[in-house]
């Protein structure tokens, strides 16, 4: 299971820190992604980290101004998330691939990804 919080309002330029806990899984054989669903959009790929090798990759719209990190012990993946503009208001979720079947941030959309509830982000201008 993944569980995401960290999620607030906030005024544009301001900081947050989302945090995604996995239960059940062991996160070195894991690829975790975090998406943004914005307000009449399509989920979009925001930045994603392999636990393994702690390789990271980021959108255009994040890099920059988003880090995404791992706590193994804490089996926790977190998104620090700087310099917050209105366009990055959403519901945030993260999501489990097993690097089975992860070689592309596109491989999230695969069936086989473990999905939480989202936890929401307000930038106001």
């Known amino acids: 299971q993944l569980a995401e919080s960290g999620g607030a309002m906030v005024q544009a330029g301001g900081s947050l820190r989302l945090s995604c806990v996995v239960s059940?899984?062991?996160?070195?054989?894991?690829?975790i992604g975090w998406f943004q669903r914005a307000p009449g959009k399509e989920r979009e790929w925001v930045s994603s980290?392999?636990?393994?090798?702690?390789?990271?990759a980021y959108a255009d719209s994040a890099k920059g101004r988003f880090t995404i990190s791992a706590d193994n012990a804490k089996k926790t993946v977190y998104l620090q998330m700087n310099n917050l503009k209105p366009e990055d208001t959403g519901v945030y979720l993260c999501?489990?691939?097993?690097?089975?079947?992860?070689?592309?941030?596109?491989?999230?959309?695969?069936?086989?990804?473990?999905w939480g509830q989202g936890t929401q982000v307000t930038v106001s201008s």
């Open positions: 999501t489990a691939l097993s690097t089975v079947f992860y070689d592309s941030p596109e491989s999230f959309n695969s069936a086989f990804g473990r």
């Open positions: 059940g899984l062991y996160l070195d054989d894991y690829a």
């Open positions: 980290i392999k636990i393994s090798d702690d390789s990271t």
